[in-house]
């Protein structure tokens, strides 16, 4: 008996171990819809434009492809981009949260439409 809840909870760890180690976490578009509120202030302006600290353009994110928003928010957060709103962005993002928001972009071409 023992024995066997020792090789159970061998068994557990093992399987708990090998979820940690595979590297994208799955994006839910629904749970990024609700994080969205960090973005829509300048990915959701009309024409895309915003006038702080000095005018210039905000792509429109919405419909890119989830694996080029992902990789382009990773790129913020691991300053390989430098655009310094963007980089403070995505400091405050898990790797979860990117998942979710590229997911939730990726599928809503209207996210970031000017009406
Ligand atoms: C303060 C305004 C601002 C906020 C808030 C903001 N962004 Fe951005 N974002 C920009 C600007 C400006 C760029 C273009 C920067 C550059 O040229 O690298 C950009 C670029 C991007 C890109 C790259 C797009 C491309 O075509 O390469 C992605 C992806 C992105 N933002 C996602 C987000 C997400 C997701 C959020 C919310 C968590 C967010 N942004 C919040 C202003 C903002």
Not at 7 to 36: E, H, I, M, W
Not at 74 to 81: F, I, L, T
Request: proline residues 6%; glycine residues 8%; aromatic residues 6%.
């Amino acid at each position: 008996m023992i024995r066997h809840a020792v090789f159970a909870v061998a068994l557990l760890t093992a399987a708990a171990t090998c979820a940690a180690q595979t590297s994208a976490p799955a994006g839910d578009p629904a749970r990024g819809q609700d994080k969205t509120r960090l973005c829509e202030g300048c990915h959701g302006l009309d024409g895309y434009r915003t006038a702080y600290p000095v005018v210039y353009s905000v792509p429109r994110i919405g419909g890119q492809h989830p694996e080029y928003l992902a990789k382009a928010l990773h790129e913020y957060r691991d300053g390989e981009r430098s655009h310094p709103s963007m980089r403070a962005i995505a400091a405050s993002l898990s790797d979860q949260d990117i998942a979710d928001l590229a997911a939730y972009y990726g599928e809503s071409p209207k996210a970031t439409a000017s009406k």
